[in-house]
C-alpha cells in the first residue's frame, strides 16, 4: 500500500528521514483501520507525536479515534485537520461524532449549518444519515423517515452510498413501527450492496423467519463431537455390563463348585446323594429356559438325576462366557 500522493505532498515540509518514519505509520493506519482498528491507534498516536503540524496526519488519528470509539480525541483531531486545511468534507464526521458523546441536538444543528452546501453529493448523503441517526436517538423516528427520503433515496441507480441509504431507511421504518414497508427496502438494500458493508441479507432473513447458518464456525464442530462423543457412550457402557455379567457368572460357578465339594464331605460321611435338592434349585436360578416355581425333572435314578443338574447348572454359566451379549 502506497501512500496517497496528497498526503506525501504534505509530508514534504518534513525532513526526508522524519517523512519516511511518518508515512510509514500513516501506511499502516490506512492498511489497519478496518480489520485491527486498535493497533491503526497506536500507528496513528506515534505518526501525531512525530508530525501533529501536518493535516493529514490529524486527520488519519482522528479516524482512528473514531472508529474505536474515542469519539473526543477524533473531534479534537478532525477540527485541527479541518482549521489547517479549511475543507467541509469532515462535517459529516464531526456531527456524527457529536451523536456519538451523547449530544445528538449539536449534530442535528450542523446538518442545517451553511458547511453542508459545500459537500459533494457523497458528503451530503452521509450528512442525511447523520442527521436521520440523530433524530432517531432523540426519539423522533417519523422525523428520520421523513429526514431519509430524497432523491439519492428514490433512485434506481446504485452509488457506493445506496445500500448504506436504504438501509437506514429501513432502519428508520422498523423503529417507526412500519415492519412491512422495511421489509422491501431490505430487500432493495441487500441488492446494492455488493461489497457487504451492511448486514441487509441478514436482516431480510430474519423478517422472514429464516436462520442462516455458518458451515465454517468453530462451534459447530464441537456441537457435532459432542454428538459423536455421546454416540460412542453407550457401547462402552455396554462392554462394561457385560463384563460385569461374566464376573457375576464367574462367582456363581465358584458358588457351585463350593456347593458340590460340602455336599460331596456330606455323602461320605451319612451316605446319602447330596445332588438331589442342588440340582432342582440350581436348574431354576441359572437356566435361562425354566422359572421358578417349576416341577423338578422326575427321578430315575440318583445317579441320572445327577447328570442334570450338573447340566442344568452348568449349561448358563457356559453361555455366559461364550455369548457376553446374553448377559
Known amino acids: 500500500m502506497e501512500i496517497d500522493a496528497d498526503v506525501r505532498q504534505e509530508l514534504k515540509s518534513l525532513p526526508k528521514t522524519l517523512a519516511d518514519d511518518v508515512a510509514r505509520n500513516l501506511v499502516m493506519v490506512a492498511r489497519l483501520l478496518d480489520s485491527e482498528p486498535e493497533q491503526a491507534y497506536d500507528y496513528s498516536r506515534v505518526a501525531l ?26 473531534l479534537t483531531e478532525f477540527r485541527a485537520a479541518r482549521r489547517m486545511t479549511g475543507r467541509a468534507d469532515l462535517w459529516p464526521v464531526m456531527a456524527d ?14 446538518a442545517g449549518e451553511p458547511e453542508v452546501k459545500q459537500l459533494d453529493k457523497a458528503g451530503q448523503v452521509e450528512m442525511r444519515l447523520v442527521a436521520a441517526g440523530a ?5 423522533q423516528f417519523d422525523a428520520a423517515v421523513v429526514t431519509l427520503q430524497s432523491p439519492e433515496l428514490a433512485s434506481s441507480s446504485v452509488q457506493p452510498w445506496t445500500a448504506r441509504l436504504r438501509y ?22 441487500a441488492d446494492a450492496d455488493q461489497e457487504g458493508v451492511t448486514n441487509a441479507a441478514e436482516r431480510l432473513a430474519e423478517i422472514d423467519g429464516l436462520e442462516f447458518v455458518d458451515a465454517l464456525d468453530p462451534e459447530m464442530d464441537e456441537d457435532d463431537d459432542a454428538v459423536e462423543g455421546g454416540a460412542d457412550a453407550a457401547p462402552v457402557e455396554g462392554a462394561v455390563d457385560a463384563e460385569d455379567d461374566l464376573d457375576e457368572a464367574d462367582d456363581l460357578d465358584e458358588a457351585d463348585d463350593s456347593e458340590d465339594d460340602e455336599d460331596d464331605e456330606a455323602e461320605a460321611s451319612d451316605g446319602t446323594s447330596a445332588d438331589e435338592e442342588p440340582a432342582d434349585r440350581g436348574a431354576f436360578l441359572n437356566s435361562p429356559f425354566r422359572e421358578p416355581g417349576t416341577d423338578a425333572a422326575p427321578a430315575e435314578g440318583k445317579a441320572e438325576a445327577g447328570e442334570k443338574a450338573g447340566d442344568a447348572a452348568g449349561e448358563p454359566a457356559d453361555r455366559g462366557q461364550d455369548d457376553p451379549a446374553q448377559g
Open 97 to 110: 461524532c457529536e451523536r456519538g458523546l451523547g449530544r445528538p441536538e449539536r449534530a442535528l444543528a450542523m
Open 135 to 139: 433524530r432517531s436517538d432523540m426519539g
Open 168 to 189: 437506514a431507511y429501513a432502519e428508520a421504518l422498523i423503529a417507526a413501527g412500519r415492519a412491512d414497508e422495511a421489509r422491501d427496502w431490505f430487500s432493495k438494500a
Open 49 to 74: 507525536r512525530l508530525a501533529s503540524r501536518v493535516a493529514a496526519v490529524r486527520e488519519a488519528a482522528g479516524f482512528a479515534s473514531y472508529v474505536t470509539e474515542r469519539y473526543s480525541e477524533a
